[in-house]
């Protein structure tokens, strides 16, 4: 069965340090993995997402996601974190083939990332 | 284009009454969510529809009912309130490009805070 761990609830960092989020799955295949990002009494916004091909994926904002295959981990990265980027970051995975002819996508439990100023 | 979009945003219920929430995406996108969103534990997907007409169940569908009678509409319903339906309900679209080897980006609505007392 497919699954998506974050194993932190909450990450601290300083403001202009560097920051990660981290993720794990599991899932049979290749996998199409995302990050999402939500901000107080918003819905998910889309950061980024790794197909196939580099592994080093860039997105929105300044960050960017480094996807490992022996490791099963997509973990989300920026160099240089904002107190603006203080937010709940999901790591999603889904299927690409479909597994049961579904479309479904697994959500993380999320992370809140909190950048000190 | 105002993407996707949600009524209402708030809503107090007595256990027992009935609501519909309403999602529309003016995207033309083939594939629509809903999700519930509980502290601790990420996103859950109730049911979803991968074309007009068509629905089916997710991880948690048990007390909701959906249709998807129009393209860019997708009502989700709740026919007797309980306490435990409280929660963030979030619509998603997306494109839905293909059966095999989609690349489908989710596109959230803002929410729609339910408590039912």
């Known amino acids: 069965a497919q699954s998506v761990a974050q194993p932190e609830d909450q990450v601290n960092v300083a403001e202009g340090n560097p920051l990660t989020v981290k993720c794990t799955y599991s899932?049979?295949?290749?996998?199409?993995l995302f990050w999402y990002v939500q901000y107080p009494n918003r819905g998910l916004q889309f950061l980024l997402k790794?197909?196939?091909?580099?592994?080093l994926v860039k997105g929105s904002y300044g960050f960017e996601a480094e996807f490992n295959k022996s490791q099963t981990s997509f973990h989300l990265k920026k160099p240089s974190a904002l107190v603006s980027d203080s937010a709940l970051y999901f790591c999603?995975?889904?299927?690409?083939?479909?597994?049961?002819?579904?479309?479904?996508?697994?959500f993380g439990t999320g992370t809140r990332l909190k950048v000190l100023a | 284009n105002a993407g996707v979009t949600q009524t209402p945003k708030f809503r107090v219920l007595k256990t027992g009454q009935s609501m519909t929430l309403l999602c529309a995406q003016d995207?033309?996108?083939?594939?629509m969510y809903w999700y519930r969103q509980d502290p601790g534990m990420g996103l859950r997907l109730i049911h979803y529809?991968?074309?007009?007409?068509?629905?089916a169940k997710g991880e948690v569908p048990d007390g909701y009912n959906v249709s998807r009678l129009k393209k860019q509409n997708f009502l989700l319903g709740l026919e007797s309130a309980a306490p435990s339906q409280t929660s963030v309900y979030f619509c998603?679209?997306?494109?839905?490009?293909?059966?095999?080897?989609?690349?489908?980006?989710?596109?959230f609505g803002p929410g729609t805070r339910l408590t039912v007392l």
């Open positions: 998603a679209s997306s494109p839905g490009l293909g059966r095999v080897l989609s690349t489908d980006t989710q596109y």
């Open positions: 899932v049979s295949g290749n996998p199409y």
């Open positions: 790794y197909i196939t091909g580099d592994n």
């Open positions: 999603a995975v889904r299927d690409p083939q479909g597994a049961s002819g579904t479309y479904k996508y697994i």
């Open positions: 995207m033309n996108h083939e594939y």
């Open positions: 529809s991968v074309g007009e007409g068509t629905t």
